[in-house]
């Protein structure tokens, strides 16, 4: 077993501080690649060599597997990881887990429960029981919001004023998700008292057994004596309180994190506790870790730089990392004409790394969400560069591009598609129904397959463009080639991810991509101050990835050619060096527009569908129905036309706004969510009539 010494060996004096620190509350502020995992487990070391505690009682507890496996490995490798005294290293589910059915006879008695691993069929009843739908997406984001309502420790009762509060997007109204959640809690128990628990509940009832029960309390408290908590930051409510049933009257506790990486609070995690950590424990120890032996000096200097500019950050829990390694390059910053010649030009430098010697599996391109992917996919295919996509599929693999290309595929297939049907036109007719309409949904998956949709359909346009005469046979047969094209290994190849997947990661050249207003800060955060400043964070994670080599770069339009509207992101506004060949494009942002309010009542508006009319779903109507029936009767004759659905042409909720606002003029038509400049020039003229027409009645 390592000495005391030993357990301390090769630390700086922050590290070494913070290892020797007396029992008792401790906190551990830890920049990005300033060696927090080596600390905490030279700590653990040091407190059983010690005598203070043996090592099976202590409970370290992380957010992921790979980092409970990693800890035990260092564990292992400082001699106090193996055998029946080894130190119990879990995330917080795997510890409440053994813990639940280790006292649940005791505390529960004769009642059985089972893991519900699948939350998705439930889920689904419980939709039906509310009258909604039941697609996958549906599905994913009823659960989502359902695990955040958990996470927070809020019932199906507090859920609208807690959505509301939040300021949640809701992916239907929040009434209506909140009778979802309350049929899902009720399906879960069986009429013979047996329980089916989710991974929310094992938090939950465990910490209700602990909390209820004092003879089983005392014998946990018995078993396990000290505490270590990594990634403090983002703990969520339901994880804090099972923590402090744990802890009882007892502060042994040793909790390390970094307020500036707080970025999943829409999961529910909160930094608060972290920040509040001294105000709790008076006496606590606190150390401030800021040698950062990850990256370059260079890199750092733009990591400070990043996070410097963040608003509201409490002084005392400001990290200004300090650099270890020897120089390297400076960051680099390019501005390009569109995106797909950002990817091509992002390829040859990942070719001309990889030419220099740097391995293929260490570099990454990061994108804010994953239907970014597909550009940079394409260009690595292209230069015959492998690569491996982490936290989601490649992009011809998704679900929906599957569902799409062969709808495309049946599509071309068809003996009465007129011979001049226009290709555009036939492909858009295909998408709305698998989810892509004018606006962007509100719910996470919802919007994610949303973005997916959209970047195929930017794909045909780009096509489109460079063969004008393309048909649809030869759309659908370019599809096929390049999605068969894109067969990359699993391994050894360059990673594309998104920025939260690739938290705690590291890689010795990364490029971030897409740094446009709209992608980062990504569009569903303008007017929210807390979303625009999670955001920030969201790049500063990015940044501190990189060991040597980085590259931020952003495009001024879509697709090949187009229009160049795009603004690169805010946050690179003060961060682009004056010398840079990018430093033309340093303007100013124009300000952010505020969060829609309600047209009746003044208040903010929450869910698609409120936005979209412009009022509270539970305000008052003053719809004119004559005018809607006009607006109904008119879409149907373009739809007739144009041989499309109608929604193709509006969308129901988009005609009731109109029929309810009655926009006299081009500026209170463009305010309608739905009608954007392609449909202002294709419809406005004749939308403003109808209104007209419809107000002399």
Not at 42 to 63: E, K, M, N, W, Y
Not at 154 to 160: K, L, N, W
Not at 303 to 326: D, E, K, S, V
Not at 631 to 659: C, H
Request: hydrophobic share 40%.
């Amino acid at each position: 077993m390592t000495s005391p010494e030993g357990a301390g060996a090769d630390l700086d004096p922050e590290q070494l501080a913070a290892v020797m620190a007396p029992r008792g509350p401790v906190c551990v502020l830890a920049g990005a690649g300033t060696g927090k995992t080596r600390t905490i487990t030279r700590r653990i070391a040091h407190l059983v060599s010690s005598g203070h505690v043996r090592g099976s009682q202590v409970l370290a507890v992380t957010f992921t597997a790979r980092a409970a496996g990693e800890m035990r490995t260092r564990l292992r490798s400082l001699g106090i990881g193996g055998g029946s005294d080894a130190v119990q290293a879990l995330t917080f589910h795997a510890a409440a887990r053994r813990q639940l059915r280790y006292f649940w006879p005791q505390a529960i008695g004769d009642s059985r429960w089972e893991l519900l691993d699948n939350k998705f069929p439930v889920v689904g009843r419980a939709a039906r029981l509310a009258e909604l739908g039941t697609s996958t997406e549906t599905l994913r984001d009823l659960s989502s919001e359902i695990e955040w309502a958990k996470a927070s420790l809020i019932g199906p009762d507090g859920y609208v004023a807690a959505a509301e509060r939040n300021r949640r997007e809701t992916p239907f109204p929040a009434a209506q998700v909140a009778r979802v959640y309350a049929a899902y809690e009720e399906l879960k128990r069986s009429p013979d008292g047996d329980y089916l628990l989710d991974f929310d509940d094992l938090l939950l009832m465990t910490t209700g057994i602990l909390r209820d029960n004092p003879t089983v309390a005392a014998e946990f408290r018995d078993r396990y004596r000290c505490f270590v908590v990594d990634e403090y930051q983002d703990v969520t409510p339901a994880q804090q309180g099972l923590l402090d049933a744990w802890l009882g009257e007892r502060d042994d506790l040793t909790v390390v994190g970094d307020a500036n990486q707080t970025i999943y609070s829409f999961t529910g995690a909160s930094p608060k506790y972290l920040l509040d950590f001294s105000r709790r424990f008076p006496d606590a120890t606190v150390v401030r870790l800021e040698r950062d032996y990850r990256s370059t000096p260079e890199v750092v200097s733009l990591a400070n730089r990043t996070i410097g500019a963040a608003r509201g950050r409490i002084a005392g829990t400001r990290l200004q990392l300090i650099g270890q390694r020897p120089p390297g390059p400076e960051p680099y910053f390019a501005e390009f004409d569109d995106e797909p010649a950002e990817a091509a030009a992002v390829a040859r430098s990942v070719k001309r790394l990889i030419g220099q010697g740097v391995p293929a599996a260490e570099i990454a391109i990061l994108y804010r969400v994953n239907a970014q992917s597909e550009a940079h996919e394409q260009a690595l295919t292209a230069a015959g560069i492998p690569y491996q996509v982490r936290g989601g599929e490649a992009f011809f693999q998704r679900t929906e591009i599957r569902q799409a290309m062969r709808s495309v595929q049946q599509a071309a297939g068809r003996d009465d598609l007129p011979a001049d049907a226009d290709v555009k036109t036939v492909l858009k007719a295909i998408l709305v129904p698998l989810g892509l309409t004018d606006e962007s949904p509100a719910g996470a998956k919802a919007r994610e397959r949303w973005e997916s949709l959209r970047a195929l359909e930017n794909l045909a346009d780009e096509l489109i463009e460079h063969e004008p005469a393309l048909t649809l046979q030869q759309l659908s047969a370019e599809l096929v080639t390049r999605s068969e094209a894109r067969h990359p290994p699993t391994v050894q190849g360059v990673t594309l991810s998104s920025l939260h997947a690739a938290k705690g990661l590291e890689w010795d050249a990364v490029f971030l991509v897409g740094l446009v207003d709209g992608s980062v800060p990504i569009t569903q955060s303008f007017g929210d101050d807390a979303a625009i400043e999670e955001e920030r964070r969201l790049l500063y994670v990015g940044v501190t990835r990189a060991r040597e080599h980085l590259q931020l770069s952003w495009a001024l339009a879509r697709n090949e050619g187009g229009r160049r509207g795009r603004r690169r992101s805010r946050f690179l506004i003060e961060l682009v060096p004056d010398d840079s060949p990018a430093s033309m494009a340093a303007q100013p942002p124009k300000r952010t527009r505020s969060a829609p309010t309600c047209r009746v009542c003044g208040k903010r508006l929450i869910g698609k569908t409120a936005s979209l009319l412009g009022r509270c779903e539970s305000c008052p109507s003053d719809l004119d129905e004559e005018l809607l029936l006009a607006l109904k009767e008119w879409r149907s004759g373009q739809a007739k036309a144009q041989k499309v659905p109608a929604f193709v042409v509006f969308s129901d909720n988009t005609l009731t706004a109109i029929a309810e606002q009655a926009p006299q003029d081009v500026p209170g038509l463009v305010k309608i969510p739905g009608i954007g400049p392609k449909k202002l020039d294709q419809y406005g003229a004749e939308l403003l009539d109808l209104i007209k027409t419809a107000g002399q009645k």
